[in-house]
């Protein structure tokens, strides 16, 4: 299977407390990397001259392509954690905007962005390279402007006749025009609480498995791109499960090597059912 995931990778600048780490970052890296355990991985990114070359020969050494349009800069993110679910972010650069996409055939395209740097009109573009696209809202409602990170609402109709939508409960209040039923899957997740999820528009809610994890930063970059790799392989509820696990899996151990056997035996402790529908998400 050909995967190609769109997105800047990002140069991560993680405090916590009096401690500062450097790493690489965004949800373009831990979709592809998840990805990386069962397809064979694309990423469309820009990053400037200041990134760090051994990130990105780090990534090719694990068998991930990588096709970088050149930037002045690189996208940069200081994460300052409060706990371990919540963070204040600030966008100290951007790299170039990504407006076109490879012309060959990909099995699955997913766009995660994280600065708006997919812009809207390219998500038809993705249908026309893919049958199967999926897409993160979180670098669709992040204006690309340096500082403090405040979200903007969009119009959510340019999301419809995607295969999977994921976005947190409190982002997707920001994304107006669209109807659970617009989207094949809808998957709105709320860090280790309860979540929903809906197929063709019938609502289902999950419970993650609770895990204990200094942070939580891409979960729902795993979320997104375990649960449409298994979604192809296996029915709704089961690849809903296996991704909840395998998300669960990544957060413990911070790496994908973890046995495939631990995913499956931990997706049955994941409580999927259907919910009785209301109107809206």
Known sequence: MKCLVVGHLVKDVIVKGSGIEYRIGGGAYYSALALSRFCDVEVLTSVGEDFPGKWLEELEASGIRLHVIPSR??????LRYLDRDNRELTLLSVAERITDFP?????????????????????????ERSSFVGADVQ????????GRVKLKDIDGSVFRGVKVLHGEASEMTLVKGIEPGDVEVLLVSQGGDEGTAYLRGRKHVYRPVKVAVDESTGAGDVFLAS??????????????????????????????SFPLEEVNELAR?????????????
């Open 139 to 146: 670098g669709f409602i992040r204006p690309p402007e340096p």
């Open 73 to 78: 800069n690189s996208t940069s993110y200081r």
């Open 103 to 127: 012309k060959k055939g990909y099995d699955m395209i997913l766009l995660n962005p994280v600065a708006g740097e997919v812009p809207p009109e390219s998500i038809e573009l993705a249908r």
């Open 269 to 281: 402790e994941v409580d999927v059912k259907p919910a009785r529908q209301a109107s809206g998400i």
């Open 227 to 256: 649960f449409s790799y298994f979604y192809r392989e296996c029915p709704f509820v089961q690849a809903l499960k296996r991704a909840a696990a395998f998300t669960a899996l990544f957060l413990k151990h911070r790496h994908f």
